[in-house]
């Protein structure tokens, strides 16, 4: 069993990065919660519900990872390689994100990132 609480955000790499965060706010009513040269994460103010933008390598869209909060990264982060899922970045800090984070795969290949942001 974890810890992990709720579903945080889909992560998807796309070809411009700029304009999709365009479309994102002026067509579909998005909100900019975070941006920087190779980094985007926006919101729907109504739901919460985010994605995090990064930009692809091969010039395609694609999904890249799905985001889950938890309290306790470490704990989970082993819980889950110990329940099958390779671990593909471990727990480490993301300042620039003000985090701690996690990045595992499951068997099927689908990755998936834990999440502790800082405490205001």
Request: glycine fraction near 6%.
């Amino acid at each position: 069993m974890t810890g992990i609480s709720s579903f945080d955000h889909i992560a998807l790499a796309v070809p411009n990065l700029s304009e999709e965060v365009e479309r994102l706010t002026s067509m579909m009513g998005m909100v900019v919660q975070a941006q920087f040269e190779t980094y985007a994460l926006v919101a729907d103010p109504v739901s919460g519900f985010k994605i995090e933008l990064s930009p692809s390598d091969d010039g395609e869209a694609h999904f890249r990872h799905l985001g889950f909060t938890t309290p306790d990264v470490d704990a989970d982060h082993a819980a889950l390689v110990a329940a099958g899922m390779a671990s593909t970045e471990a727990p480490h800090r993301r300042e620039f994100a003000k985090m701690r984070t996690a990045f595992l795969k499951e068997p099927s290949g689908l990755e998936v990132q834990l999440v502790d942001y800082d405490k205001a």
